[in-house]
């Protein structure tokens, strides 16, 4: 009997005492240990995402390689850039438009371009009324009369004649004398003068006379009502700064070398930006036992290659055929430097050359070449990485619809569990009774305690 009672108190204390199980804690420990494979799914989801953010990374870094070289590569872009240098910059400055040609020239400015002006004479107060009557003015041929009325002030004119487009702007110019209406062409030079006249309401002096700006360009005289003069040479806008008649300036065109190092400079840092991520996922970090989260991605492999072999491209040029040639220089670990220095003197002594290896004969040189590698990684439809990408994404979806089928499967064993472990809850409750109950068959004579 007392074998058979220790047993039963064995069994009791085994599957949670007189308390009972605890029904939530044992089914979470149950359901905990079945959810192994998703915390392993998890795990592989975290790598993916890890990895589809270093490819969109690298996808963007090309992206803006490819920026770098479309810039070379234009036809209108920095390469065939042109910078207008002048002797005498107090006297005429220019610009040149891309694929300006190399020139030089002679300019000689005898006067600048004047705007015809009036004031009004003699000051008046700006709030005073006037004399009523009325004046015209005569521009371009045609005649406005304006007029006055008594209660008219210089700032009321002003804006009268300002609303009518005349082509004259009016003002009210205040001093320590008082104030005057000033009247200014809104063009420049001879077909922009006008004049004042049969004014009964005030007097009228001019101020300037609307005239053209004259100047020789090698030799042939030039005339132009503004001071900034297109035309006179092809591709140059001259800018006509004073007045120098007995003084020839040099004007010179020449490549814009602070325009193409900018050029070739951001083209170097997108390819050093790209290479050193690439190679970082190929680097073994010992400390953590770990290489970078591309490192087996047959893609990256690929462009790592594309790129360092990118370096070694020949225009097949007599001159200027390499990237060494310009300055650029390919470091121990795949970057690039430039030697700024060393491009100037090649843009200055054969821009041509520069531009035939960026861009070939046919849009065919370095930038086309190296943009076409980069095309075959970044392409939407069927480049390595977007194909790398899709892969990713698949296989992440893959793994959360293993995940759900799992959540579903465990959500109905809860319920499963959940009312197993109740009843065998309820059945160990109800042992130690039954326990008195089997003591009290086995030993009938025993103290009811």
Do not use: C
């Not at 045609?142 to 210089?154: G, P, Q, R, Y």
Request: charged share 10%; glycine share 6%.
């Amino acid at each position: 009997m007392s074998t058979t009672s220790s047993t039963l108190n064995s069994v009791l204390s085994a599957l949670g005492g007189s308390n009972g199980i605890d029904v939530t804690s044992t089914v979470a420990s149950i359901l905990y240990a079945d959810r192994a494979p998703e915390r392993a799914w998890q795990a592989q989801q975290t790598t993916l995402a890890t990895q589809t953010a270093a490819i969109q990374q690298i996808e963007s870094e090309s992206s803006s390689l490819s920026d770098a070289l479309s810039a070379l590569q234009s036809s209108t872009g920095a390469l065939t850039s042109a910078a207008a240098t002048s002797s005498n910059s107090d006297v005429v400055t220019a610009t040149a438009v891309a694929g300006t040609p190399v020139s030089s020239h002679l300019i000689v400015v005898n006067s600048l371009a004047a705007t015809g002006s009036w004031y009004s004479d003699p000051p008046t107060s700006s709030t005073a009324t006037l004399t009523a009557g009325s004046f015209d003015i005569t521009i371009g041929g045609a005649t406005k009369t304006i007029s006055v009325s008594s209660s008219d002030t210089l700032a009321t004119v002003a804006a009268s004649i300002n609303s009518q487009s005349l082509g004259v702007t009016a003002n009210v110019v205040t001093d320590s004398t008082g104030s005057r209406l000033a009247l200014v062409s809104t063009t420049s030079g001879t077909a922009g003068d006008f004049s004042i006249g049969n004014d009964s309401t005030t007097t009228f002096k001019r101020a300037n006379t609307g005239t053209d700006a004259s100047l020789t360009v090698d030799g042939v005289p030039i005339s132009s009502s503004s001071n900034t003069v297109e035309g006179a040479l092809s591709g140059v806008t001259l800018n006509l700064v004073g007045a120098a008649p007995n003084s020839e300036i040099s004007l010179n065109v020449a490549p814009d070398t602070s325009s193409i190092t900018d050029a070739v400079n951001t083209f170097v840092t997108a390819y050093n930006t790209l290479i050193t991520d690439v190679n970082s996922q190929f680097k073994y970090d010992s400390s953590t036992a770990t290489a970078g989260t591309l490192q087996s991605d047959s893609a990256v492999q690929g462009l790592q290659s594309a790129l360092l072999a990118a370096t070694n491209y020949s225009s097949g040029s007599a001159t200027l055929s390499n990237l060494n040639a310009l300055g650029i220089s390919t470091n121990a670990d795949g970057t690039l430097t430039l030697n700024s220095t060393l491009l100037g003197v090649a843009v200055q002594s054969n821009s041509a050359a520069v531009t035939n290896f960026f861009q070939g004969s046919a849009l065919d040189g370095f930038a086309a070449s190296l943009t076409s590698t980069l095309n075959t990684y970044t392409d939407p439809t069927q480049g390595a990485f977007t194909v790398d990408l899709k892969s990713i994404s698949n296989e992440y979806s893959d793994l959360s619809d293993q995940t759900s089928t799992l959540e579903l499967y465990l959500a109905s064993q809860q319920i499963i569990l959940t009312a197993q472990y109740n009843a065998a809850d309820i059945a160990i409750q109800q042992l130690p009774q039954k326990l008195k109950q089997i003591q009290a068959l086995l030993n009938p004579n025993a103290s009811s305690s």
